[in-house]
């Protein structure tokens, strides 16, 4: 089969497909990019980039590189925008992220952290996706959307399905995928549909209430603008966060040193999330599009080309990090790309690290023992998502 360009998204490499390697693909992202910078994946359609430095460069010229591409969201949302349009509707969506904005969430997360562990206080096994990392960052931006907290479940379920990828490059395997997310989709913008037009009749102190009232260039958001900064907000405030806090708490049963450390040293849980960030990234990977002719360490990229940024790989660059297959918190310097880089830099990596930050303060200080109960962890079936369906652990409260 031909794959057209706008699938990348759902097509995973042909290197990291296994069970295994989905759950740790870290070693195959060395080995790729020891052999080249840079490659053409003739069935994907596409260059995957591997090099920090190359990296860093594609994503910090957005003239070059363009964030426009075919198949995202049928929306038009602030991530598949270029400047001058994304540079007005960034400063305007800042606003409800600043950090007074995003201080004012930090008693509504603890709450909530405390609230949700409180509910299973009496069990000495419990699901940290189900029963924390899931539903905090879907609460905290129900809230800050103005949607309904009970609407929790709806919200993750299509979340999940508009990330996720294809088993493999079959017809069959891609076309499930697409439906999938179409249908995704199409139930969420109905459901935003009804919010934004409640928000029109009444406005109230949210920020889809901020956006309807917003002018740029004299002129208010289009429906369409309305319902990708919606959906986009959901995605990836919601995905990024569950999948961070979920694999930092692997990452402490793996190396249960780390946990003691941190109980010890409670000013350490901000290097825990930052390390974590770098060693296993939510996202590991962004796409762009070739604006025009350029070279790229030595290839040459038509006008049109779909390129793939590993920011797994590039976090992991020997060139760039001491020792980066080590998990280090006294890394001095971590300039991990976790959150992108440049203009399309994660609007919510503050309130990400803030939530991540708070729960696992929380659930290091509420037990003193942490261990992982699942015999075979199940990897998100994703081509940029890093994470685990399910992480189930044992536990034992102070």
Same mark, same amino acid.
């Given at each position: 089969?031909?794959?057209?360009?706008?699938?990348?998204?759902?097509?995973?490499?042909?290197?990291?497909?296994?069970?295994?390697?989905?759950?740790?693909?870290?070693?195959?992202?060395?080995?790729?990019?020891?052999?080249?910078?840079?490659?053409?994946?003739?069935?994907?359609?596409?260059?995957?980039?591997?090099?920090?430095?190359?990296?860093?460069?594609?994503?910090?010229?957005?003239?070059?590189?363009?964030?426009?591409?075919?198949?995202?969201?049928?929306?038009?949302?602030?991530?598949?925008?270029?400047?001058?349009?994304?540079?007005?509707?960034?400063?305007?969506?800042?606003?409800?992220?600043?950090?007074?904005?995003?201080?004012?969430?930090?008693?509504?997360?603890?709450?909530?952290?405390?609230?949700?562990?409180?509910?299973?206080?009496?069990?000495?096994?419990?699901?940290?996706?189900?029963?924390?990392?899931?539903?905090?960052?879907?609460?905290?931006?129900?809230?800050?959307?103005?949607?309904?907290?009970?609407?929790?479940?709806?919200?993750?379920?299509?979340?999940?399905?508009?990330? %996720?990828? @294809?088993? $493999?490059?079959?017809?069959?395997? /891609? &076309? *499930?995928?697409? +439906?999938?997310?179409?249908?995704? #989709?199409? !139930?969420?913008?109905?459901?935003?549909?009804?919010?934004?037009?409640?928000?029109?009749? %009444?406005? @109230?102190? $949210?920020?889809?209430?901020?956006? /309807? &009232? *917003?002018?740029? +260039?004299?002129?208010?958001?289009? #429906?369409? !603008?309305?319902?990708?900064?919606?959906?986009?907000?959901?995605?990836?405030?919601?995905?990024?966060?569950?999948?961070?806090?979920?694999?930092?708490?692997?990452?402490?049963?793996?190396?249960?040193?780390?946990?003691?450390?941190?109980?010890?040293?409670?000013?350490?849980?901000?290097?825990?999330?930052?390390?974590?960030?770098?060693?296993?990234?939510?996202?590991?990977?962004?796409?762009?599009?070739?604006?025009?002719?350029?070279?790229?360490?030595?290839?040459?990229?038509?006008?049109?080309?779909?390129?793939?940024?590993?920011?797994?790989?590039?976090?992991?660059?020997?060139?760039?990090?001491?020792?980066?297959?080590?998990?280090?918190?006294?890394?001095?310097?971590?300039?991990?790309?976790?959150?992108?880089?440049?203009?399309?830099?994660?609007?919510?990596?503050?309130?990400?690290?803030?939530?991540?930050?708070?729960?696992?303060?929380?659930?290091?200080?509420?037990?003193?023992?942490?261990?992982?109960?699942?015999?075979?962890?199940?990897?998100?079936?994703?081509?940029?998502?890093?994470?685990?369906?399910?992480?189930?652990?044992?536990?034992?409260?102070?």
């Amino acid at each position: 089969m031909k794959v057209k360009e706008n699938y990348v998204n759902v097509i995973p490499m042909k290197e990291i497909r296994s069970t295994d390697d989905l759950l740790f693909p870290f070693p195959i992202y060395n080995e790729l990019r020891a052999q080249s910078d840079i490659r053409y994946d003739e069935t994907r359609k596409c260059w995957d980039l591997f090099r920090y430095a190359d990296i860093q460069s594609v994503l910090k010229q957005p003239k070059v590189f363009s964030s426009q591409r075919g198949r995202s969201t049928s929306k038009t949302s602030i991530l598949t925008m270029d400047p001058p349009k994304h540079t007005k509707m960034r400063a305007l969506v800042n606003k409800a992220f600043t950090p007074k904005a995003i201080k004012q969430l930090e008693d509504k997360i603890k709450d909530l952290t405390h609230h949700l562990l409180n509910q299973v206080k009496d069990q000495r096994t419990f699901d940290i996706v189900q029963d924390l990392a899931a539903p905090l960052p879907v609460m905290i931006i129900a809230e800050l959307l103005g949607a309904e907290v009970q609407d929790r479940e709806l919200i993750k379920k299509h979340s999940d399905s508009l990330v %996720a990828g @294809a088993k $493999d490059e079959s017809k069959e395997a /891609i &076309q *499930a995928v697409v +439906d999938m997310q179409k249908r995704a #989709e199409e !139930e969420l913008s109905i459901y935003f549909a009804h919010l934004i037009q409640k928000r029109k009749e %009444a406005p @109230a102190d $949210d920020l889809i209430s901020l956006l /309807i &009232q *917003a002018e740029i +260039d004299g002129e208010r958001l289009t #429906e369409n !603008e309305l319902l990708g900064f919606c959906i986009l907000l959901l995605v990836a405030g919601n995905e990024t966060t569950t999948n961070l806090i979920t694999n930092a708490v692997r990452l402490l049963t793996e190396q249960p040193q780390i946990a003691e450390a941190v109980r010890q040293d409670p000013s350490l849980v901000p290097q825990l999330t930052e390390e974590t960030l770098r060693y296993y990234p939510p996202v590991q990977a962004i796409g762009r599009i070739a604006a025009e002719d350029v070279e790229i360490a030595g290839s040459r990229i038509e006008k049109g080309d779909y390129l793939i940024s590993w920011v797994a790989s590039a976090n992991r660059d020997e060139q760039k990090f001491e020792d980066p297959d080590t998990f280090r918190l006294d890394r001095k310097s971590n300039p991990h790309m976790s959150f992108g880089f440049g203009i399309h830099f994660c609007l919510g990596a503050p309130l990400a690290r803030l939530e991540s930050n708070i729960a696992l303060d929380v659930l290091l200080h509420t037990f003193q023992d942490i261990t992982c109960a699942a015999d075979q962890l199940k990897p998100i079936q994703s081509t940029f998502v890093f994470g685990v369906k399910e992480f189930p652990v044992q536990v034992t409260r102070f």
